[in-house]
Structure formats: structure tokens, C-alpha cells
């Protein structure tokens, strides 16, 4: 299976900070990576998908980026609405994987 | 509108059965692959099975391979998972999820871009 490998698993910020979050494949996925944003309590949402295509509706501050291994997602400016927990998770593979999530805290 | 829900949910004794069902609306469930994922409390999300539209290609983690079976009727719009041989681990939000194509075991574009709001699962005596 290939494993992927989110970093940092948490981190504080500011609004109005930007932000990058890093995702590594075990193997390569060519830019067949996608993001998703989670709240407490709710269900995920897809960001991302394509590596850097952003879902509709997906605001231009969320921004993607890589290939092969390793994945950003930046988000410039953090708005309130965007502390919540982000997800990458692979589709080159029939079993999907994910990594283990990244959790973006208020300082 | 697009809208997924999950039932079936609840607790069950370890080494018991269940089955989740995920009824779908708002857009042509025939022709789109589907997923289940699960979250254990406190934990991230983990995929546990897709189908392509029709039923002919199935696949699961192998953390559930063996014991767990995806299926769909197409015909009701609805999606289940019948999950055998529970363990304590399995406890778990299971939320069911679209597939932007109708999936096939290649490389696919897309993600899961429509979710349920999950059903709970406890395995516990």
C-alpha cells in the first residue's frame, strides 16, 4: 500500500497568516493527490483534487501544489472558517490511502 | 440537491454483524463509484472500500478485507456495508462518499466530492 505522510501533525496560527502543509507519498502518485478540510463534528470536504485543481466553490487562498512524492497546500491569509483538521489522500492507487491529518489550531 | 445519508449505525458485541446503508438523491447514483471511510474517535480518517457503478469492481483496506463487503442497488439508489466479525477497533464514524467518476482500478482524478454525515458504529460487550 502506499503510505502517506502529513507534516506537522498540528500547528498554531494567526489569522491573516499564511500556511503550508506538506504531504509525502512512500512511492510515487503523479499528481493524483487530494486534500480535504474537516471541522469537529462534520464530515470532510474536498479542497483540492489533481494535486492543485481546486474543488468548486473552494476559495483562491487554498492553493496546491507538487508532484511524485511531495505535496504542499498553502493557504494564504487564514480566515476563522479555516481552522479545522486537512487531509491529503492518494487515488493512484485502487486502495486508497491518507495521511494522517493535520490540525490547524488558533494561537 | 446532492445529498447522502447514512443509517444503520449503533453498537454491536464484538464478533457480531452489522449493516450500514447510504441512501443517495440528487444526482444519478448509477453512474458514479462509491466509498465507504470510517473514523475512529479521536483518530483520522481511514478508506475502507470502493465500488464502481455498476457493482463489477470492489476493493477494501486490508484492515477489513475479508469480513466487511460492499455492495449497492442501484435500482433504490442506495449503498451498504455489511460488516462481519466486528472488533473492538472497528468502532468507528463510517461516512459513505461519491466518486466524481464511475471508478475503475486505475489512476483516477477527483477525490470523494460528496459526503454523508456519517453513522456511528460501537463495538463494545
Known amino acids: 500500500d502506499i503510505q502517506m505522510t502529513q507534516s506537522p501533525s498540528s500547528l498554531s496560527a494567526s489569522v491573516g497568516d499564511r500556511i503550508t502543509i506538506t504531504c509525502r507519498a512512500s512511492q510515487s502518485v503523479s499528481t493524483y493527490l487530494n486534500w480535504y478540510q474537516q471541522k469537529p463534528g462534520k464530515a470532510p470536504t474536498l479542497l483540492i483534487y489533481g494535486a492543485s485543481v481546486r474543488q468548486s466553490g473552494v476559495p483562491s487562498r487554498f492553493r496546491g501544489s507538487g508532484s511524485g512524492t511531495d505535496f504542499n497546500l498553502a493557504i494564504s491569509s487564514l480566515q476563522p472558517e479555516d481552522f479545522a483538521t486537512y487531509y491529503c489522500q492518494q487515488s493512484y492507487s485502487s486502495l486508497l490511502t491518507l495521511g494522517g491529518g493535520t490540525k490547524v489550531e488558533i494561537k | 440537491q446532492v445529498q447522502l445519508v447514512e443509517s444503520g449505525g449503533g453498537v454491536v458485541q464484538p464478533g457480531g454483524s452489522l449493516r450500514l446503508s447510504c441512501a443517495a438523491s440528487g444526482f444519478a447514483f448509477s453512474t458514479y463509484g462509491m466509498h465507504w471511510v470510517r473514523q475512529a474517535p479521536g483518530k483520522g480518517l481511514e478508506w475502507v472500500a470502493v465500488i464502481s457503478y455498476d457493482g463489477s469492481n470492489k476493493y477494501y483496506a486490508d484492515s477489513v478485507k475479508g469480513r466487511f463487503t460492499i455492495s449497492r442497488d442501484n435500482s433504490k439508489n442506495t449503498l451498504y456495508l455489511q460488516m462481519n466479525s466486528l472488533r473492538a477497533e472497528d468502532t468507528a464514524v463510517y461516512y459513505c462518499?461519491?466518486?466524481?467518476?464511475?471508478?475503475?482500478?486505475?489512476?483516477?482524478?477527483?477525490?470523494?466530492?460528496?459526503w454523508g454525515q456519517g453513522t456511528t458504529v460501537t463495538v463494545s460487550s
Open positions: 462518499a461519491k466518486d466524481p467518476t464511475p471508478w475503475s482500478p486505475t489512476p483516477l482524478w477527483g477525490g470523494m466530492d460528496v
